[in-house]
């Protein structure tokens, strides 16, 4: 199970700090990947997270909305994958989800299963 939490309203310009927390599993098993699906478009693909031996673990990021604002971190100690979103713009506004990454492309839905239930962001502009 996931949990995605920390969403909010901003204003445009601020930061939240997404937390994704694996229960029943331990995180630096897996692979964590966030999306973002805003009212009436598709799920995009933010940023993933790869499973991690504690030490080592690679960050993908989808340039064209992480645009070097987005940086993801995992805590193995706490399971819990964090999404931390700086310079916020209106275009950020969706619910986030975040997924266990299972095989395949990081940018398709269809590699990821175990989605947490999303947490909403809504930037003002």
């Known amino acids: 199970q996931l949990q995605a939490s920390g969403g909010g309203l901003v204003q445009a310009g601020g930061s939240l700090r997404l937390s994704c927390t694996a229960s029943?599993?331990?995180?630096?098993?897996?692979?964590v990947g966030w999306f973002r699906q805003a009212p009436g478009k598709e799920r995009d693909f933010v940023a993933a997270?790869?499973?991690?031996?504690?030490?080592?673990?690679?960050?993908?990021y989808n340039s064209e909305i992480a645009k070097g604002r987005f940086t993801i971190a995992r805590d193995n100690a706490k399971n819990t994958v964090y999404l931390q979103m700086n310079r916020l713009e209106s275009e950020d506004t969706a619910v986030y989800y975040c997924?266990?990454?299972?095989?395949?492309?990081?940018?398709?839905?269809?590699?990821?299963?175990?989605w947490g239930q999303g947490t909403l962001v809504t930037v003002s502009s």
């Open positions: 997924a266990v990454y299972r095989t395949g492309n990081y940018y398709f839905t269809s590699s990821y299963d175990y």
């Open positions: 029943g599993r331990t995180s630096s098993n897996i692979g």
């Open positions: 997270i790869s499973e991690s031996d504690g030490v080592i673990y690679n960050a993908i």
